[in-house]
């Protein structure tokens, strides 16, 4: 399994090209950390709210980017493995020097204007993913420049997935996969859930270490919810301290990237043999998981996914019981674009991908989620392979 190469750089691109040829604007400007790592293959290591950074695609002629000296060796280490998309980068200092030698974070908006006037860019007109200062700043100094905030039409850009993407998120995917099943062997009454969660995320990063040697992963989170707690999405609040119960519902949540891309892989689990009620909570969900995944068909609408599991909800009589929609995108951020799947009626395209997650929240009770990531296409491709059995969801 290896990075995205530049084929994914030229689909990329071409796409950024198409873009600006539609809206009339002779580059496009990212300033936050997904896009950043959209156009450049760099993953940034600083909050662009605390150290702006901006890259510049122009329609013609090379990428560049203004960037903190923070990063400097950080650019360099990716540099020497040959995956970073740029042609040029600009470093400024953001602490004084008795001697001159970067320019001081003031006079970054200087910087930029320097780096688009040299770039013949200091009349152009520019579509960013916001309304970034740091080009407001530059615009101060150059008159003639226009910019265009297009937020809605940079983030089409990241709808479909290249091939090379799809790969790598079906090689996490199986990894989740085998996370899931160690939890299965781990979940037990009287366990601390913190602990379970990071002993499970250990596990993670050794099999990672093993499938993927040398490449960018990290894990957003491992994590438990038992018991009453797992009927709030997002817990109660007091995870510290709690244990798993004998008879208690957990929700789970693997949520890892590697190089880039995100997967998800979420599932309910009984400690111990559920009763009546957990059953049909948990069959309820399973099988509106199945039916979210089903719909994420080429051509059927983006709202079918929700629509699909809300019907098998609401025949089941369980309605009350969601609180949020069926899923979202999943890509360079684990919230993906487009972010508004339940209400969003323009047609799925092929290499979308998609988390299927109707959830049931039975206050008292527990929840009932499973999350499958899947693929769109003329038969939809469900990458998450957790089985979803009530036997196989039974511990102990």
Same mark, same amino acid.
């Given at each position: ?24 604007? *002779? ?20 909050? #662009? ?16 980017? $203004?960037?903190?000296?923070? +990063? ?7 540099? +020497?493995? @040959?995956?970073?998309?740029? *042609? ?41 993913? %916001? ?5 407001? !700043? ?51 009454? %009287? ?27 990290? $894990? ?6 038992? %018991?009453?707690? +797992? ?15 004998? %008879? !208690? ?24 043999? /559920? ?6 909570? =948990? ?16 051509? &059927? ?19 009350? =019981? ?15 674009? /487009? ?16 988390? &299927?997650? #109707? ?6 009770? @527990? @929840? ?23 036997? =196989?969801?039974?511990?102990?």
């Amino acid at each position: 399994m290896a990075r995205l190469t530049t084929a994914v750089r030229d689909a990329r691109h071409a796409g950024m090209r198409e873009l600006m040829d539609r809206l009339g604007v *002779d580059a496009l400007a990212f300033g936050t950390p997904d896009f950043f790592q959209y156009a450049t293959n760099f993953q940034l290591d600083v909050w #662009p709210w605390e150290r702006p950074v901006l890259v510049v695609v122009p329609r013609e002629g090379r990428t560049f980017a $203004i960037m903190n000296e923070l +990063s400097t060796n950080h650019m360099r280490f990716a540099v +020497s493995k @040959g995956e970073v998309w740029l *042609d040029e980068v600009v470093y400024y200092s953001e602490h004084p020097r008795v001697r001159s030698r970067l320019p001081l974070l003031p006079q970054l908006g200087s910087a930029l204007a320097a780096c688009l006037q040299a770039h013949g860019l200091d009349r152009a007109r520019i579509a960013t993913d %916001g309304n970034l200062g740091l080009l407001a !700043d530059a615009q101060r100094l150059l008159p003639g420049l226009t910019v265009q905030p297009q937020v809605a039409a940079v983030r089409s850009l990241r709808w479909v997935k290249h091939a090379e993407e799809l790969a790598v998120m079906r090689d996490l995917a199986a990894l989740t996969d085998w996370v899931q099943d160690r939890y299965r062997e781990n979940i037990r009454p %009287g366990r601390l859930v913190q602990e379970l969660d990071h002993a499970m995320a250990g596990l993670m990063v050794e099999e990672a270490a093993r499938r993927f040697p040398g490449e960018d992963f990290d $894990i957003l989170r491992c994590w438990t919810l038992t %018991g009453p707690a +797992s009927a709030s999405p997002h817990g109660d609040g007091a995870a510290c301290g709690a244990r798993i119960a004998a %008879g !208690d519902t957990l929700v789970n949540l693997v949520l890892p990237r590697l190089n880039g891309l995100y997967v998800e892989n979420e599932r309910t689990w009984f400690c111990g043999t /559920p009763n009546a009620e957990q059953a049909r909570f =948990y069959t309820v969900a399973a099988q509106a998981t199945d039916a979210a995944a089903a719909a994420a068909v080429t051509g &059927a609408r983006v709202c079918d996914i929700d629509a699909a599991a809300q019907a098998v909800i609401e025949d089941a009589g369980c309605g009350e =019981y969601v609180f949020h929609r069926t899923g979202h995108a999943v890509g360079l951020m684990l919230h993906e674009y /487009p972010e508004d799947m339940a209400f969003n009626t323009r047609a799925l395209l092929a290499g979308e991908v998609y988390s &299927a997650e #109707p959830g049931l929240y039975v206050y008292g009770l @527990g @929840g009932f989620r499973l999350d499958d990531t899947v693929i769109v296409g003329d038969e939809p491709e469900v990458i998450v392979r957790t089985p979803k059995t009530l036997e =196989y969801a039974t511990v102990g």
